[in-house]
């Protein structure tokens, strides 16, 4: 087999510089995978700083990719060579546990992460299990896709578990790379969507997206006018907020859910979830099933990433902008 090239992280916060390596042997159940496109997540600044204390070096980060299957182990049976698929954050669990034997692979224990300790998406070629490799929907081009991989899934996956429907209030916090996304989905579910946004130039676009509504977070009267609003808030901020105004938008039975990270601890008073019965909760990514499912989804009603490209050769210029909060609202890096 040849060897696989990219650009590798050689230490925390290093630029990336051009590595290959040699992928050895192809597992019985894996696919090589030529990739066209890989899309730029938050999560890869993360793993390249090591903010999570999980990074080994050097690694090729990545894990928003699309391509064509361009090997295949004899053990693989739905797959075939030339066919176009996607590979989100995981590319491998146990296949055993409980919770894959129930379709929830992202919840198991020895999940692997598609570039955590194993060379990601940022690179010409990708190995992964089979099962993490979906087929794209033809009507779907490679790049406005590459990003719904794991950051449509994630905003996807809480909407759909959730029960978002034609009878959901639904707010949206923050309209950047994961808000974008969950405000269209929200929308297609057929709930009525609010958008939530400290930028008040963002509500021009969040309407766009699919918003019926927008509430800039920066005026207390404005959050004080939605108390008791919503069945469902979905939270995509790595920001500290006064999380109590959110709990007091939720109607009785409502549910706070968290996708982005703060900071800081999320502080609340108990009494208006016990008075209410309003729950906190979050989630991670979604399972392979899930992928299948949110892709035909946004093939079916038209959701897609907006996006920037990049040449593949230019990471280093889309991760600075990333960390600059200068794109809108997803980075793209092209083979």
């Known amino acids: 087999m040849a060897l696989i090239k990219g650009f590798a992280a050689h230490a925390a916060g290093a630029e990336l510089l051009p590595f290959k390596y040699d992928p050895g042997p192809l597992k019985d159940d894996e696919v090589e995978i ?21 990074s080994q070096y050097p690694f090729i980060p990545g894990h928003e990719i699309v ?35 129930r379709g929830m692979e992202n919840l198991c224990a020895t999940s692997e992460a598609t570039c955590v300790r194993r060379n990601g998406g940022y690179a010409d070629s990708v190995r992964v299990n089979a099962r993490f490799a979906i087929p794209i929907p033809e009507v779907l081009t490679s790049e406005h896709t590459a990003p719904l991989l794991c950051g449509g899934v994630t905003v996807y996956n809480p ?4 029960g978002v429907n034609p009878s959901s209030r639904v707010g949206v916090v923050g309209i950047g790379g994961l808000g974008h996304m969950a405000v269209q989905f929200a929308r297609v579910f057929g709930a009525e969507v609010t958008a939530f946004s400290t930028s008040a130039g963002k509500e021009k676009e969040a309407k766009a997206l699919g918003a019926h509504h927008f509430v800039n977070t920066r005026e207390s009267r404005a959050m004080r006018e939605v108390a008791e609003s919503f069945d469902f808030i979905l939270t995509t901020i790595n920001a500290d907020q006064d999380w109590m105004s959110y709990i007091q938008a939720l109607r009785p039975t409502g549910t706070l859910c968290f996708v982005g ?35 035909d989804v946004a093939a079916r009603h038209g959701v897609k ?10 990471a280093n210029d889309a991760i600075e902008k990333v960390k600059k909060n200068k ?9």
């Not at 030529?34 to 999980?54: Q, R, Y």
């Not at 182990?73 to 590319?91: I, T």
């Not at 990433?305 to 230019?314: C, L, N, R, V």
């Open 327 to 335: 794109v809108r609202y997803r980075a793209v890096l092209a083979n």
């Open 305 to 314: 990433a907006q996006i920037e490209s990049f040449p593949m050769a230019k």
């Open 34 to 54: 030529g990739i066209s496109h890989c899309g730029v997540c938050h999560s890869d600044l993360h793993l390249i700083a090591n903010d999570w204390g999980i």
């Open 261 to 295: 990270v703060p900071p800081s601890p999320v502080s609340v008073q108990a009494f208006p979830l016990v008075a209410g019965v309003r729950t906190i909760t979050g989630s991670p990514i979604g399972s392979p099933h899930m992928l299948r499912e949110m892709l």
């Open 67 to 101: 391509g064509k299957v361009a090997g295949v182990g004899p053990e693989v049976k739905r797959l075939e060579v030339g066919q176009r698929v996607g590979v989100g954050w995981q590319a491998n669990s146990c296949g055993l546990c409980e919770w894959c034997s």
């Open 159 to 162: 909407l759909r578990t959730h």
